[in-house]
């Protein structure tokens, strides 16, 4: 019997074997949701698994509750161990390489990548990967969020690309290195042993899907689904006008110097390629809002997905399209500048593909999502001397788009990560918060108004207090509307000192502030960016949004031209007065 090809695999088995190949993939996410032992993994599921070409490293297979920001970097990083075996490493059947190097296809130091064989008869079939974020990793900050780094050295510890495992033999040495650089080590040994746990069960379960279906026949399928995902967006590509479209948005400040950096695109269409040029984006800087061009490329690759909804998560998608990241840009940089922030960056390029894609085909325009993942750290001893360190993001509104409103306290679209719910958070560490809830007024105006934001107040209840730090975004520039939206709110930090309430330097990033048992901080996430002249909404739309307190009435009246009663009805002449006398 001939072997089956990619053009030639029968298209019912090519269907069942996709399934099987995700579900796998599904199955390994799982299994570390289910055994880590921080909530940024468990709850958030600040993680990723997948199968990955034995010669190239590009993704074949992710599961489909994994981080999309993972696709493309998790394809540089299996690099980084092909090239670290070729370079004299060697490789066996039993081998597992571990790794959180930001620079050789990682993000940032916190999340932990593994990497093993799959062998079939002593030859490499696949690479098998997982990535996971732990906790803490040493550094100045407990968490890693470091807002005032200079260089790398001060966020965590950086493990290069090497072996954990050398034929199935544990290496003990590498456990007790990154043991004794943790403020948490045993949060992280148990994070290291769900994802272990993982990777055993994804070996087990491939090679019982290969000899169930045969190497070449499961070789073919992963080969037609790379083609067809190449093909589909190729044809995704051809719909767009051809044409150079451009788009320019900024961070707040790096952190260090109070000065906005800009990330600034020219996407063109030519055919069916894109290219997309980042060169007229800021230098380097001396924060930690760097980022490596792999993490570049995987945030271009989560944009793109979104707008592209049908093109299958393999690098496939990738074929027909070009990245000109310049590494004098901040958006390719290499050891030891510093990336710790790297969610604020990305966020920021996710948005100006947005707006370019907008300016492309309107069609297809959404607005700005909120933008900053707001790592806040709040970290102290427990009563009993027992050390902890509350690491969390939060959520905000999406952008709105020719649809429909976006979504209210939604998180960000680089993940499908969900937010640590409250109880989890004060179940695991002394604070208490007095405050979870939507922000009124947060959202972008617009015909399809975004999303709202948020308002969380948290209270420290660490007898000898807790030092808090917060690396975050949008504090100055806010998320766009387009198609006629209007921006949406500013995100805002606020904290007790014995001064009053007080707001950082940085708008969004701080560090060294003590709270006292007691006190309390506060913090104000940004909606998402409207879609579509905001007075051409449906007056009943905003009437609704006012009986809910989405929106104020003063806000209504303003920024909708709609004039709504004490009682939440519409005051019908009042409003048509507003709409005739709305200024050019």
């Known amino acids: 019997m001939t072997a089956p090809t990619a053009a030639g695999l029968d298209p019912v088995v090519f269907s069942i074997l996709t399934g099987r190949l995700e579900q796998v993939a599904d199955e390994m996410d799982a299994t570390l949701y289910r055994s880590a032992f921080n909530p940024i993994i468990a709850e958030a599921r600040d993680a990723c698994h997948g199968l990955y070409h034995a010669e190239t490293g590009?993704?074949?297979?992710?599961?489909?509750?994994?981080?999309?920001?993972?696709?493309g970097a998790m394809a540089f990083a299996v690099k980084a161990v092909i090239d670290k075996v070729a370079a004299g490493a060697g490789l066996e059947a039993g081998d597992t390489?571990?790794?959180n190097d930001p620079y050789a296809g990682g993000t940032h130091l916190n999340d932990f990548r593994l990497v093993r064989p799959l062998m079939r008869g002593g030859r490499l079939f696949a690479w098998l990967a997982s990535v996971g974020h732990w906790l803490d990793i040493g550094g100045n900050v407990p968490g890693g969020y470091n807002p005032q780094a200079t260089e790398c050295f001060?966020?965590?510890?950086?493990?290069?690309?090497?072996?954990?495992?050398?034929?199935g033999v544990l290496q003990q040495d590498i456990v007790d290195v990154l043991q004794a650089n943790s403020r948490l080590p045993?949060?992280?040994?148990?994070?290291?042993?769900?994802?272990?746990?993982?990777?055993?069960?994804?070996?087990?379960?491939?090679?019982?899907?290969?000899?169930?279906?045969?190497?070449?026949t499961v070789a073919a399928a992963l080969d037609a689904a790379s083609a067809r995902a190449a093909a589909l967006m190729r044809e995704n590509i051809r719909a767009l006008p051809d044409g150079?479209?451009?788009?320019?948005?900024?961070?707040?400040?790096?952190?260090?110097?109070?000065?906005?950096?800009?990330?600034?695109?020219?996407?063109?269409?030519?055919g069916e390629t894109l290219t997309l040029d980042f060169s007229r984006s800021s230098p380097p800087?001396?924060?930690?809002?760097?980022?490596?061009?792999?993490?570049?490329?995987?945030?271009?690759?989560?944009?793109?997905?979104?707008?592209?909804?049908g093109v299958p998560a393999n690098a496939g998608c990738?074929?027909?399209?070009?990245?000109?990241?310049?590494?004098?840009?901040?958006l390719g940089v290499s050891a030891p500048r510093p990336v710790a922030g790297y969610t604020e960056t990305i966020l920021r390029m996710i948005g100006v593909v947005f707006g370019a894609l907008a300016a492309a085909d309107p069609a297809r325009a959404t607005a700005a999502p909120f933008g900053t993942i707001n790592a806040l750290s709040v970290a102290g001893h427990r009563a009993s001397g027992e050390r902890f360190v509350l690491f969390s993001f939060f959520g905000g509104g999406l952008g709105g788009n020719p649809a429909s409103d976006g979504l209210n306290h939604a998180n960000n679209p680089i993940s499908t990560a969900t937010m640590p719910p409250a109880e989890i958070l004060e179940a695991a560490h002394p604070v208490m918060f007095t405050e979870w809830g939507l922000r009124p007024d947060s959202a972008g105006p617009g015909l399809h108004r975004g999303g709202l934001g948020a308002v969380y107040a948290l209270e420290v209840l660490a007898p000898d207090g807790a030092d808090v730090s917060l690396l975050g975004e949008r504090g100055r520039y806010a998320p766009f509307g387009v198609a006629g939206g209007h921006p949406a709110a500013l995100n805002?930090?606020?904290?007790?000192?014995?001064?009053?309430?007080?707001?950082?330097?940085?708008?969004?990033?701080?560090?060294?502030?003590?709270?006292?048992?007691g006190e309390r901080l506060r913090l104000e996430t940004p909606g998402g960016g409207g879609w579509g002249d905001p007075w051409r909404r449906d007056p009943d739309a905003v009437a609704r949004d006012v009986r809910r307190g989405f929106v104020s009435v003063a806000k209504a009246a303003a920024d909708y031209g709609v004039a709504v009663a004490a009682d939440g009805a519409i005051d019908v002449a009042q409003t048509a007065a507003l709409r005739a006398g709305r200024p050019a």
Request: proline share 7%; charged share 20%; aromatic share 10%.
């Open 58 to 71: 590009a993704t074949l297979v992710q599961g489909s509750k994994g981080l999309p920001i993972f696709v």
């Open 97 to 99: 390489f571990i790794f």
């Open 154 to 167: 001060q966020e965590g510890v950086l493990i290069p690309p090497v072996k954990l495992f050398r034929a």
């Open 186 to 216: 045993r949060s992280n040994w148990g994070d290291l042993n769900g994802q272990l746990n993982a990777l055993d069960l994804g070996e087990r379960r491939f090679h019982a899907l290969i000899d169930e279906y045969g190497e070449a």
């Open 244 to 270: 150079t479209y451009s788009f320019v948005d900024h961070l707040d400040n790096d952190g260090i110097v109070d000065e906005p950096l800009t990330i600034a695109l020219d996407l063109t269409v030519a």
């Open 285 to 309: 800087c001396r924060g930690p809002v760097n980022i490596a061009r792999s993490t570049a490329v995987a945030a271009c690759y989560v944009a793109l997905k979104h707008v592209f909804t």
């Open 318 to 330: 990738l074929d027909p399209i070009r990245f000109v990241i310049p590494d004098t840009t901040f």
């Open 492 to 517: 805002r930090f606020v904290y007790d000192s014995p001064d009053g309430p007080k707001e950082p330097p940085m708008a969004s990033k701080v560090t060294g502030v003590r709270l006292k048992a």
